[in-house]
């Protein structure tokens, strides 16, 4: 007898060892508000870089966990865009195989390149037309196609599809993708109620198993496990299974139909997630009256079968798709539910929590909609829940909100709301903060709320926390006065600023309290906490004054929880403080070294010792030994953002519970481990001046005028990409790692030639880090080599040399005219001076003796000072520097002729005008040479053409200046015209200007003809 009570308990025990937390499933949805712009989808695949494609009835879409791409396939011969896909399937090289109506299409998403393949061939080598459906490849890259034509397969370079022989006689046809492949690449497929399989090494198709015999006519659906090949019936609700090896056959109904309209569920989608856990996808509701599917989690080891109803719209964490056609689950762990409505894909750590949301109707996983105020765990494992004007809620140990109590059939204070606090005592009791009235509620007695209550304490307000301890004291924590104690016989303790000696504590609100055996802990404002011993006066022993010296920081503590190892403290704006209870150390978690916020709402520790921080931003786990901070948000697991009351609380299981506005969140520690997310970091796009370069190999080289690069990235990240932190280096050009600041976008600007290599980081809370890494070249400009470098040192160097030789030149010019200004002046100038001087010394001495020689004396000083003054002014025009030297040369001629003393017998013309030389250039020496040119000419004409008109002409074109003198005289010989000091003097300085002198006859007369170059 005592055997068998020990074999009920124990079947007892473990039956509610399984219902202690409540199974939920959250999903998430994609459809065409996030992007995705076909209504649905039929099937989907993942390449081994991570993209997961959909094949469409609007094409072809590649998902990288942020954004999705409309892939445009190339084929000209189809009638309209976009292409309708019936199935796709992924090889070991990561090319996709498209079924299309008439049509199979290999697509290359590196090169981007597709072949098309229309043409099928049967057994008797006829072209025949077909329509393909479902597609599965082997290990020796051959694809097999299912039609309703019957089974044909190619490889790549292809061009047709041949039929694949059956060992029957007769092949048979195929409407569905019905098909399938396994680890070792075997082929297994069906029609009507038979399974066949295909050997890589087999040249001919075989029977597997014959379904008929368990009364199956047809196979909706096929996938193919790790050891089972997995089925699904038309005609009834059943899951089938055939072992690979024994080929055994199992059966799971998966629901009975109890509707006389609809047919029994049909399974339309098959995943195996691992060795024991199956998702089914059905059309109808499991045999129910609705006319909506859903999906079955069948658990194979204990045959349980959890179900999830299409929602639309009531459940946003709910199953959208109602019509599944395909499921599958990827390389982190997410299960996509493909249907026509869209995409709806599940993670473990989508489910982590347990989601108590608002609802007007009571459910397992329902809060009334006003708002989470307070939670609190009694001795038998429930958690109570208060809501501001919703009333109470009561979850029982399985983690099922079981009872809903509104306000209204309660026996409280009605003329308010319920504050917000509560807190359990023994035996049942439950004390409640109703407006200004703490009452005391007896829960084990039949309809416990609907009757009068025990008034603890009225007029109290501003209630923050309550607490009952071990000798049903309860302790009431108030913003504005101080501590309240009440003893089970109704007695009353007050601590505040102006107590006795034993019930004086700091000025400040009292907002946390805690219990340890018989020790209360109370939070008092910015003086931390002091603890209370029954019938002690309260002591400082963790006060802010106390721990100051143990590495403590000011700051408004709000809550304190602890442990054997711990004492947690929570702040208004400093984090959370912890004290090592061992070592005396205090340490700080801020948003330096993990914490989101450093305003904190609750806290709490777990039985593994795992810190529970819930701040405004979302819930941190914190391990105070690894130092490892994961945080939780709503882009992850939360069903909204951060925790503004942070109310909390633990049951006897271990299981933890916070409020978050209008949520209630549920936490198993010990099923929280759902492992690591692995990251698949890859380049979407790499751009050089807008150009799209990124082979999805590497990268080409970089021209130095490419200067404007562009990397686009993702991490492939399914689970939660909102918390994705991305860093780069870039070696070559810096050893540091830089946060990404622009989402998943690098731009490189003005990259110096040389060789770089980009690394790309990226680190999740749930995952661990992952690095792309991408080296590229950049050419240097040709004007940045070391052989442009010489070439420019060498042109610089024959430049300041031809700089170096004009300067000389120049200087030996300005040297010359010195030393003939010299002459000049000691030649000319200097014998006049000296003619003067004698002349006058002369007249000094004779004039007196000799009269008639003083007026010649006299005539001739005066002649020779004139004639200096005129030299003198020549040497200085002609040195001196004009902006326009040619006009002011003309002037200089006119003014020389006008001053010639002829006395009417000779008659000057000038043509020329001004204006037709102004902004043309001659340097000095020419200025100099031409002036002194034209003097000689016309003094020769004077003195020897025995002629009365002289025609000064001077003129230029875009490259020359002429001057010509000619007289009416009486001529010369022109052959004897270099026999004269005066003109071979002319022709030196005409040649010294690179110019050419011309003296012609022209009958009668003379003409003597200049021609100078210009600048």
Not at 101 to 117: E, H
Not at 877 to 887: A, C, F, R, T, V
Request: glycine fraction near 8%; hydrophobic fraction near 40%.
């Amino acid at each position: 007898m005592k055997s068998l009570l020990k074999f009920t308990f124990l079947i007892c025990f473990i039956a509610g060892s399984l219902c202690v937390q409540a199974q939920q499933y959250r999903l998430k949805h994609y459809g065409a508000l996030e992007g995705f712009t076909s209504r649905g989808a039929d099937n989907a695949a993942q390449d081994s870089a991570g993209f997961i494609w959909f094949g469409t009835n609007m094409g072809l879409f590649r998902f990288d966990g942020v954004n999705t791409l409309h892939w445009k396939i190339s084929d000209p011969s189809a009638q309209k865009d976009p292409i309708k896909i019936n199935f796709i399937s992924i090889d070991r090289f990561d090319r996709i195989w498209i079924s299309c109506v008439n049509k199979l299409l290999i697509l290359d998403p590196i090169s981007r390149k597709t072949r098309i393949i229309k043409k099928f061939i049967n057994s008797k080598n006829e072209i025949i037309e077909a329509h393909p459906d479902g597609v599965a490849t082997d290990q020796n890259n051959r694809c097999f196609v299912t039609t309703d034509m019957g089974l044909f397969s190619c490889i790549p370079t292809d061009s047709v599809l041949k039929e694949v022989v059956f060992t029957d006689e007769e092949a048979p046809n195929f409407m569905r993708h019905c098909i399938g492949n396994s680890i070792d690449g075997t082929i297994y497929f069906s029609f009507g109620g038979t399974l066949y399989c295909k050997k890589s090494q087999d040249k001919v198709i075989s029977v597997f198993y014959d379904l008929s015999e368990h009364q199956v006519k047809d196979v909706s659906t096929l996938t193919v496990g790790k050891k089972t090949v997995w089925c699904g019936n038309y005609d009834r609700s059943v899951l089938m299974g055939v072992d690979l090896i024994t080929k055994e056959y199992r059966e799971i109904a998966i629901a009975e139909d109890k509707s006389d309209e609809d047919p029994s569920s049909q399974i339309m989608a098959i995943a195996e997630i691992n060795d024991s856990i199956i998702w089914t996808g059905s059309y109808v509701g499991f045999g129910t009256e609705k006319n909506a599917g859903g999906v079955s989690i069948i658990n194979l080891n204990t045959q349980q079968i959890d179900r999830i109803y299409a929602d639309n719209i009531a459940n946003p964490d709910g199953l959208r798709n109602a019509y599944l056609d395909c499921i599958f689950k990827d390389s982190q762990g997410t299960i996509w539910l493909i249907g026509i409505d869209g995409v709806d894909y599940y993670h473990p750590t989508f489910s982590v929590f347990t989601i108590y949301s608002p609802s007007t109707e009571p459910s397992n996983f329902s809060i009334p909609t006003s708002g989470v105020c307070d939670v609190d765990a009694d001795d038998q494992g429930n958690i109570w829940v208060a809501t501001k004007s919703g009333g109470l809620v009561r979850i029982d140990r399985s983690g099922h909100a079981v009872d809903r109590i509104p306000v209204e059939n309660t026996h409280l204070d009605q003329s308010g709301f319920i504050f917000g606090v509560i807190t359990c005592g023994r035996n049942g009791k439950l004390y409640i903060a109703a407006t200004s009235t703490i009452y005391e509620v007896d829960t084990r007695l039949p309809n416990a709320f609907n009757r009068t209550h025990r008034i603890v304490k009225s007029n109290v307000k501003a209630v923050t926390r309550m607490l009952v301890d071990n000798l049903n004291n309860l302790w009431i924590a108030t913003h504005f006065d101080g501590l309240y104690k009440i003893h089970p016989d109704g007695k009353e303790e007050h601590f505040s600023e102006d107590g006795d000696d034993f019930h004086r504590i700091p000025e400040g609100g009292v907002l946390g309290l805690s219990i340890e055996y018989d020790t209360v802990f109370a939070c008092i404002g910015n003086e931390g906490v002091y603890t209370f011993v029954n019938g002690k006066a309260p002591v400082d022993t963790y006060s802010a004054k106390t721990l100051s010296k143990s590495g403590w920081t000011k700051a408004k503590v709000r809550e304190v929880e602890l442990n054997k190892d711990w004492v947690l403290f929570s702040t208004k704006d400093k984090g959370v403080q912890y004290l090592n209870r061992h070592t005396g150390a205090v340490s700080t978690l801020n948003e330096e070294n993990g914490l989101p916020q450093n305003t904190v709402c609750g806290i709490e520790i777990d039985k593994n010792g795992v810190f529970w921080i819930a701040d405004v931003v979302g819930l941190t786990k914190f391990n105070p030994i690894t130092k490892f901070a994961e945080v939780f948000t709503a882009k992850r697991t939360l069903p909204e953002t951060g925790f503004f009351n942070g109310t909390h609380d633990a049951n006897m299981d271990g299981m933890i519970f916070f409020g978050n506005h209008g949520h209630l969140i549920g936490i198993n520690p010990d099923k929280l481990d759902v492992g690591q997310i692995p990251l698949h970091p890859c380049v979407l796009s790499v751009k050089a001046n807008g150009r799209e370069i990124w082979n999805g190999r590497k990268l080409p080289d970089f021209a130095y005028y490419e200067n404007n690069i562009q990397i686009d990235f993702s991490s492939q990240n399914f689970v939660n990409p909102g918390d994705d932190k991305f860093y780069y280096k870039l070696e070559g050009f810096s050893s540091k790692w830089i946060p990404v600041e622009t989402g998943r976008t690098l731009i490189f600007t003005n990259l110096a030639g040389g060789n770089y290599t980009l690394n790309i980081k990226v680190e999740n809370a749930g995952s661990n880090a992952a690095l792309i890494v991408l080296p590229f070249f950049v050419k240097t400009a040709f004007y940045k080599t070391w052989w442009f470098m010489v070439l420019v040192m060498i042109f610089v160097l024959i430049v300041l040399y031809i700089a170096y030789k004009f300067r000389i030149k120049q200087l030996l010019k300005v040297q010359q005219l010195r030393n003939e200004i010299s002459n000049d002046l000691h030649d000319d100038i200097g014998s006049t001076l000296s003619s003067v001087y004698y002349s006058a010394e002369l007249l000094r001495q004779q004039g007196e003796q000799h009269p008639e020689l003083k007026q010649k004396i006299a005539s001739n000083i005066s002649e020779n000072t004139r004639d200096l003054m005129e030299r003198m002014r020549d040497i200085v025009w002609s040195i001196q520097s004009y902006q326009e030297p040619l006009p002011e040369m003309i002037s200089r001629m006119r003014e020389y002729v006008n001053k010639l003393d002829i006395n009417g017998s000779i008659q000057f013309e000038f043509d020329c005008k001004i204006d037709d030389v102004k902004g043309l250039q001659i340097d000095m020496r020419t200025r100099r040479n031409l002036y002194l040119i034209f003097k000689e000419a016309v003094n020769n004409a004077i003195k020897y053409s025995k002629g009365n008109l002289i025609v000064i002409a001077i003129n230029a074109n875009s490259k020359n200046l002429f001057l010509s003198i000619k007289d009416n005289g009486i001529g010369f010989n022109v052959a004897d015209s270099t026999s004269g000091n005066g003109l071979r003097t002319m022709k030196l300085r005409v040649e010294e200007s690179g110019g050419v002198l011309n003296i012609l006859n022209s009958n009668p007369g003379t003409i003597v003809a200049v021609e100078i170059p210009l600048k």
